[in-house]
């Protein structure tokens, strides 16, 4: 006995420093607006070539069950920086997040001695976002029914040479592979660098006036190339009539709730498709300056993003929703001691990333975190893991486009959705080893398994009380929102992106409002 526990200690001695040894690793994580998760392994990643993401997928570690664990950017990125679930931080919704001085995994390989630079989208502070998207997010439990989007749309720019269609985010790549060659080549210490794409976030609708959110996918016929059209699939969809109420409204409110040719949806699949080419370009670009200023053998390499993108699957466009198309995010690591070409199949999420961070530059977390390093799983000893992965991942959403907070357990082969007090609206339950497409609610056929998810979801939040405090979050917000702007409340709220459904009964929609208000406070 004494032996095999001498011989337990030298793995995990060994496991501990495979990251660990002087000098420490550098660390580039390049993260994505919205791309889908299931691109990163077959069959999903042969619809479009994505050669740097098969680099990474080939010389390091593809999570294939990997999840967001909240489907908008904001808190996604929230749960990522500050390792920590959103009811935690209370990042409720785009514009309610982390305080602008929270810490982050970033700030503790600075005060650790690593040169740090972030660089593009960050988005995880509170107060940013549209006034739209908040008061939208703020008033989903009014007994009203808006169109909050465009309809989905594609926009083709340029030719077959037209490489630079998002013209920000290859800036943004640029500034990073400038930094790399000319101060990180040069550094003394080990880095950290981030690089935030908005890709493959679709565009702003500039039609649609001031207000608009984002509902054109747009590209060039260079990326599009990149597309195996005959590869494209047309989603299946329930009839309106048998949705679900929350995915019903969310479809609506996303003015998904029209008619669309197959056409049309395969050709937003395609420019969807499109954008996510280009977004791996920039992640190459990124590759390539490590490699070529050799710094590469030495450096982590991550590539994740905060959510996904439904493309038209279950009739919706944008993310928002617990359907794999929108919750489902890659996540890819490769470097220096670590395991090549494996895929994990362990479930996971992005609230690991902090103390997978720190583990990798061999520094203590602090806190409580709701993440587990995923360096063991990375490793060739991760038998021997001093704090177990469970076999679970937790995703929530308060935001918009969704009248009901959401909570989703994925477990095994199942996933489970429950609403607002768990009571007032029905859950789901998917088996998606059967049912890839989560057409088919299994709750009530199989109501043990949904009473055995149930507790467990309830043993790691409390989601009726978690509801009811987003609830009391979201009135006092619009209150304090509806005296700051007085007199010009009428006409404000007036002209926010529902405006075109709005303006068809304003009366009777502020009716609703302040009955929500009379009633709730």
């Keep these: ?66 999840y967001t664990n909240s489907p908008i950017c904001c808190p996604s990125r929230a749960t990522m920086w500050s390792g920590q679930f959103v009811h935690l931080t209370q990042a409720w919704n785009n514009y309610k997040c982390l305080d602008a001085n929270a810490t982050t995994w970033m700030d503790l390989l600075e005060m650790n001695g690593y040169f740090t630079k972030m660089v593009g989208k960050l988005d995880y502070t509170s107060g940013q976002h549209s006034l739209s998207n908040r008061v939208e997010a703020w008033t989903r439990d009014v007994d009203f029914l808006l169109r ?32 790399i060659r000319q101060w990180a080549a040069s550094s003394h210490r ?48 329930l009839p309106l009539s048998a949705m679900h109420p929350v995915d019903y409204y969310s479809t609506f409110t996303k003015n998904c709730s029209g008619v669309f040719t197959k056409e049309e949806v395969r050709r937003i699949r395609a420019f969807y498709y499109a954008m996510c ?20 053998n030495n450096t982590v390499v991550i590539f994740t993003a905060d959510h996904g993108e439904l493309a038209m699957e279950h009739r919706q466009f944008y993310k928002m929703s617990m359907f794999e198309g929108s919750a489902h995010v890659p996540l890819l690591v490769m470097g220096p ?42 490793s ?14 937790l995703s929530e959403y308060h935001g918009c486009n969704v009248n009901a907070s959401t909570y989703m357990l994925r477990s095994g082969r199942w996933k489970y959705i429950a609403y607002a007090d768990g009571l007032t ?9 059967q049912d890839k497409e989560e057409l088919h609610n299994m709750a009530f056929k199989f109501p043990n398994v949904q009473a055995q998810l149930d507790k467990r979801l309830r ?37 926010l992106r529902w405006h075109v459904d709005w303006q068809k009964d304003a009366l009777t929609n502020e009716r609703h409002i302040d009955k929500w208000l009379h009633d709730s406070l």
Excluded at 26 to 35: G, L, S, W
Excluded at 154 to 171: E, F, M, Y
Excluded at 277 to 294: C, F, K, N, P, Y
Aim: glycine share 6%.
């Design 1 to 66: 006995m004494a032996l095999i526990m001498i011989l337990i200690f030298v793995f995990q001695m060994y496991s501990e420093c495979l990251c660990h040894n002087v000098p420490r690793p550098n660390i580039v994580m390049v993260m994505a607006d919205a791309f889908e998760g299931r691109l990163t392994f077959d069959p999903g990643s042969k619809v479009v070539d994505l050669p740097f993401i098969n680099y990474v997928r080939e010389l390091g570690s593809t999570f294939i069950n990997a």
């Design 148 to 179: 909050q989007e465009g309809r989905p749309v594609t926009q083709l720019v340029g030719n077959a040479s037209t490489v630079r269609v998002n013209t920000i985010d290859w800036k943004n790549t640029d500034l990073t592979t400038q930094w």
């Design 190 to 237: 080990p880095f950290a660098l981030y690089l935030g794409l908005n890709l493959p976030h679709t565009y702003k609708t500039d039609s649609l006036g001031p207000t608009a959110g984002g509902s054109t996918f747009r590209s060039s016929p260079y990326w599009l190339k990149k597309v195996h059209s005959d590869l494209i699939s047309v989603p299946t969809w």
């Design 277 to 296: 080419a280009e977004a791996d370009a920039m992640l190459g670009q990124v590759i390539s300056a490590l490699r070529d200023t050799g710094l590469l």
């Design 337 to 378: 001691g670590l395991v090549s070409g494996q895929q994990v199949n362990q479930l996971v999420s992005l609230v690991d990333v902090y103390p997978t961070v720190l583990d990798i530059a061999g520094i203590s977390g602090e806190g409580n975190l709701s993440g587990y390093t995923l360096l063991p799983f990375l």
């Design 380 to 393: 060739k000893y991760h038998m021997f893991s001093k704090r177990q992965h469970p076999d679970w991942v």
């Design 425 to 433: 609206v029905p859950p789901q339950l998917f088996d998606l080893t």
């Design 459 to 495: 043993s790691i939040v409390d989601y009726p009380k978690v509801s009811e405090t987003v609830h009391l979050y979201n009135k006092k917000a619009f209150s304090s929102w509806q005296r700051s702007v007085g007199s010009n409340y009428s006409r404000d709220i007036a002209n």
